[in-house]
């Protein structure tokens, strides 16, 4: 190789460079909390963001470990995307307090919060020890609602155009795009459903309200006495009998609660475990995103009741 070859091949090499770091330097690096909000984020953002989840789709969001690690993604992080209902209350606080990122101070605009403009379930009058871990803001598992999903694209939209106006356009596009798509899936959802509406559905803890609104599906018994009170004898024992009595056909068993509970009630009951989760990847075949989850959750759910005797 000549010198001037060499050289022409040194300045391309440092071209390419710049134009590596101007590409990485136009994308936001993006914490989501949970992830089914990284999910959604990762549509609505496209090639404009990085986006990483801190919590595991297998593990109970309410209790998510605070590593040492989250600090320094978060340290480094242009946008927080958070739910906004005090769900990631329990480790997100001490969390944002070691980073130190003024970007992602209440109110910044690199803080955005999912629950703007919905409509939240049991908003408790006043709330106390005594009823277990509830939250003052009201339930917070709305996003696994599609309606819900389909506000919170939106606002998820709207902080990023926000951060990134050149962009506003294609993102409010992709927005459209997805609330489209839901919309369609919806109505297809629905119809499935519709057979089994009013049925009684048990789960572990109360995290279905908003998903068995949109589908016209009773959630109100549960594995466990209170939230985040393990299930005694005692309350499984009246369970099992009020299962009897409404003919409860389903249990939804979330993968980061012990079976032996729902085992226990299915084998007096003669009802049906279903292995759910309301994040992305939290039961297998459900990593492409939200709505694969949905097509999961209600496939799943129509063929548990159509299967009973």
């Known amino acids: 190789m000549n010198r001037s070859h060499h050289l022409r091949v040194c300045l391309l090499l440092v071209c390419f460079g710049h134009l590596t770091v101007a590409i990485a330097a136009s994308r936001l690096n993006v914490i989501a909390t949970t992830p089914d909000i990284a999910a959604i984020t990762r549509v609505v953002g496209g090639d404009q963001v990085d986006v990483t989840a801190l919590a595991r789709p297998t593990e109970d969001v309410h209790f998510v470990d605070p590593k040492p690690s989250f600090i320094v993604k978060l340290n480094r992080a242009d946008v927080l995307i ?9 480790w997100l606080g001490s969390l ?6 003024p970007k992602l101070a209440l109110g910044a605009p690199g803080r955005i919060r999912c629950n703007v403009g919905i409509a939240m379930r049991e908003v408790p009058l006043q709330a106390d020890r005594s009823q277990g871990d509830i939250h003052a803001a009201g ?9 819900n999903a389909r506000q919170v694209a939106h606002n998820i939209g709207q902080g990023l155009a926000q951060l990134l106006p050149d962009q506003r ?14 919309d ?5 959802w629905k119809a499935t459903l519709a057979p089994f509406a009013g049925q009684p559905v ?20 549960f594995l466990e006495p209170k939230p985040g009170i393990p299930p005694s004898s005692a309350h499984l024992a009246g369970l099992i009998t009020a299962m009897r009595e409404r003919k409860v056909q389903v249990i939804f068993q979330d993968p ?10 299915a084998q007096n009951t003669g009802a049906k475990i279903v292995p759910v989760s309301q994040f992305p990847g939290g039961v297998k075949g459900t990593e492409g995103g939200y709505i694969e989850l949905l097509d999961y959750l209600v496939s799943a759910l129509a063929k548990a009741f159509s299967t009973q005797p």
């Open 96 to 101: 944002l307090e070691g980073a130190r990122n």
């Open 256 to 265: 980061y609660v012990s079976r032996k509970a729902a085992e226990t009630v």
């Open 184 to 188: 369609a899936k919806l109505k297809e």
């Open 139 to 147: 339930n917070p598992h709305f996003l696994i609602a599609p309606t």
């Open 202 to 221: 048990v789960a572990y803890h109360n995290s279905w309200p908003y998903f068995g609104a949109e589908f016209g599906l009773q959630f109100d018994l």
């Open 169 to 182: 356009t294609a993102i409010e596009q992709r927005v459209g795009q997805f609330q489209a798509q839901l």
């Open 82 to 90: 958070e739910g906004g209902a005090e769900l990631e209350s329990a």
